[in-house]
């Protein structure tokens, strides 16, 4: 067999590209583990794997090749890598865990190693109350939290879809117009409305409502009003944009059939804006499960939510194994309304057809 | 023209002074802003007619419609159904239902549900609902597709699934805007004599919004010609081809030629004069015409007969040259000038296959036609 034929006999049944992913992929750990030596091998690893790429991306597949090429960049290799930390255990060094892959051991090295990794930090979740707790609490915050953006944002979308057609570029313009300022600056605010002395509890005293000042901020109530405050753009704007496509004419035809208003309401407009709300939800309640900046800033020291744990364990304990394993349990609980919610995207998509 | 009634007693309700009309538009106007969408009409629908509102786009027709459903209220005038005004009646209390243009079927809901969706806001039982469905699919020949939703379907079965969803609660008034506007030709044809057929099974009125002149000849008992919110003329499909009472009338309905000319009184009709040294066209009418008056005549092509030789049997006649000949296939049409440069439309059936072709182009021919053959309009 010459030589030009091994490629072709290779290229036919892709073991160029998967031989690629493995220089990738190992060139990616020699680069987070090596000594300086190796450094360069990974280094060099890597190229021939993009090299390799580019050489089938440029005979065939280029369009289908870039996004999976940056998903593989830029989720699955870190990923990888932060299953592996989770798997590793604490240590007094740089990098603050163990062990690390050293490629000049050879096969035996990497077996070793492989040898070293167990799942020490997952049953250490198991067994502190505090992270299955926080879990929880992470759940109901998300849950309720999404209930309450949608119970606000559905009269919105709904008045937008309904008001004149030359107000609803202003309107959605409105609701698109907080993502200008920093989230941070934002949420600052709210501390600022929020607090003893805040605006809120100074209005409220002027008007003579309440004599004493009302302990808001520091508490989940806070935390509510700003997951409520700032996710509030990505549950109306799937729902205006089901509602806004509504066929005027399938509520006449609601209202000929013998319906009042609010029947028709029920009857066709809320069952036509499903999709809607469901991408609604899964937009907010996937960001807010993991939230940290919200509860950290306006919660209290019993806010007890997933991202605030894995902040502590991550920068105060500086144990990442632990905070790794966190977020690997983290991810696994988001898999199933991230594949739910691709379900509706495909199924809405196919209905639109 | 066909007419939804086989007995040979004249299906004419609008001719018998003591019939009541089921719906009275009585001096109705509906203004939009600065917009006179309908300008003071008054007209009678009677029981069991197929009544067709026939006009260009913004002409009214559905605007009256939407008011006698309920969804736009008239600015002035009543509105009266079966002798009471409906005017403050809401849509969803109205025994009246529409198909609408778009169907407006609910994508959510299978075929069966669409069709049980105005039962369930019925009083009506829950077994009789089944049973009404059910009669409902088997008159529109739907019973296969109960299951289906509106998207798993073609056109022409929404189209069948709208109509039964309308007729479902069986209303004393049907109203169709633009029933069959998106079905290609063919399944068009169909539709409407299936539209006519279940009309007459059903015996509900039917008030149908179209802007296809063929589709209101030959489905409509009556015709309402309108324009600019205005009745033009109100008649048979047959009184409105035959006897336009105006050339946009005649104008829009069917092919026509206007010829405009000067009328002199003769006995029996008028002679008018349309050319120099061109024979005078004699024509009977009813209409009181002074002598000198401006005039326009309007003639149908398949009125006219195109030969070598004046035909002698007939009163008029008139030289030309063909400039033009449309094959059909059915008939064939001849544009012929004559002498003053007036062009002027015959149609000729061929009933032979493969017959000769007498003339051709650029032939000078004989037209011939009678003096009862055209209608003479003096608006």
């Known amino acids: 067999m010459r030589s030009t034929d091994a490629v072709e006999w290779a290229y036919a049944r892709w073991l160029d590209l998967v031989l690629a992913a493995a220089l990738a992929l190992g060139g990616f750990l020699l680069l987070e583990h090596g000594s300086d030596g190796s450094h360069v091998t990974g280094g060099v690893m890597i190229a021939v794997a993009v090299f390799m790429g580019l050489y089938r991306i440029s005979r065939r597949v280029a369009v289908i090749a870039v996004p999976y090429l940056w998903l593989l960049v830029f989720f699955l290799v870190p990923f990888v890598i932060v299953i592996k930390i989770s798997l590793s255990d604490i240590a007094l060094a740089m990098p603050p865990y163990t062990p690390t892959l050293d490629p000049a051991a050879g096969w035996s090295g990497f077996v070793d190693f492989l040898g070293k990794l167990d799942f020490d930090n997952f049953e250490f979740l198991t067994m502190d109350p505090l992270y299955y707790k926080a879990y929880l609490s992470s759940l109901k915050i998300a849950v309720l939290s999404t209930f309450l953006t949608l119970l606000v944002a559905y009269p919105m979308a709904y008045a937008m879809a309904r008001a004149p057609e030359e107000w609803r570029g202003t309107l959605m313009m409105l609701v698109i117009l907080p993502f200008w300022t920093s989230f941070l600056i934002r949420v600052y605010a709210w501390m600022g409305i929020l607090g003893r002395e805040g605006f809120l509890n100074s209005f409220l005293l002027w008007l003579g409502i309440i004599d004493e000042p009302l302990v808001i901020l520091n508490t989940n109530i806070a935390v509510y009003i700003g997951i409520v405050y700032t996710y509030l753009p990505f549950m109306v704007l799937p729902i205006y944009a089901t509602l806004e496509k509504l066929d005027g004419s399938l509520l006449e035809a609601a209202e000929d059939l013998g319906c009042s208003r609010l029947q028709a309401f029920w009857l066709v407009t809320a069952p036509l804006s499903v999709p809607g709300v469901v991408a609604g939800c899964f937009l907010v309640f996937i960001p807010t499960l993991g939230e940290f900046v919200i509860p950290s800033l306006l919660g209290g020291s019993d806010t007890l939510m997933i991202g605030k744990i894995l902040y502590e364990e991550f920068f105060s304990n500086r144990d990442w194994p632990v905070a790794s394993a966190v977020a690997v349990v983290l991810l696994l609980i988001l898999v199933v309304p991230i594949v739910l919610f691709q379900r509706n995207q495909q199924k809405q998509a196919e209905a639109g057809k | ?379």
């Open chain 2, 1 to 379: 023209m066909a007419q939804p009634h086989k007995t040979p007693v004249v299906f004419a309700p609008w001719e018998n002074p003591t019939e009541k009309p089921l719906i009275e538009f009585k001096g109705v106007t509906k203004r939009f802003g600065d917009f006179t969408a309908i300008d003071n009409l008054t007209l009678n629908i009677y029981q069991r007619e197929f009544f067709a509102l026939l006009g260009p786009s913004g002409c009214g027709k559905t605007t009256l419609m939407r008011m006698l459903a309920g969804f736009e209220d008239p600015t002035e005038g009543a509105i009266l159904l079966g002798g009471q005004d409906i005017v403050p009646v809401p849509p969803n209390k109205r025994p009246v239902n529409m198909m609408f243009q778009s169907y407006a079927l609910f994508p959510h809901l299978s075929v069966w549900d669409n069709i049980a969706f105005g039962l369930r806001r019925s009083d009506m039982p829950r077994d009789q609902i089944g049973e009404r469905v059910q009669e409902m699919l088997r008159l529109t020949r739907l019973e296969s597709f109960a299951k289906r939703k509106p998207h798993q379907i073609s056109g022409g079965q929404r189209q069948r699934v709208a109509l039964a969803r309308s007729l479902a609660k069986a209303p004393r008034l049907l109203l169709l805007d633009e029933p069959l506007g998106a079905l290609d030709k063919k399944l068009r044809n169909e539709t409407q004599f299936e539209l006519m057929d279940i009309q007459e099974k059903t015996g509900t009125t039917f008030v149908i919004v179209t802007h296809d002149q063929e589709e209101a000849m030959t489905v409509a008992s009556r015709i309402a010609v309108m324009d600019h919110g205005k009745l033009i003329q109100v008649d048979t499909p047959a009184g409105i081809y035959e006897a336009p009472n105006s050339v946009y009338v005649a104008d829009f309905i069917g092919d026509v030629n206007i010829i405009e000319g000067n009328a002199k009184r003769i006995e029996g009709g008028i002679e008018i004069h349309y050319a120099e040294g061109a024979a005078p066209i004699r024509a009977m009418t009813d209409l009181d015409i002074a002598d000198g008056q401006r005039v326009s005549y309007a003639i149908r092509p398949e009125k006219i007969a195109v030969s070598s030789e004046p035909l002698t049997d007939r009163a008029n006649h008139a030289r030309g040259k063909i400039i033009d000949i449309g094959y059909l296939g059915h008939l064939s049409s001849y544009f012929v000038t004559l002498g003053n440069g007036q062009k002027v439309e015959a149609s000729m059936t061929n009933a032979r296959r493969l017959s000769r072709r007498d003339f051709t182009w650029d032939d000078q021919v004989c037209l011939s036609w009678t003096d009862t053959a055209g209608v003479v309009l003096t608006r």
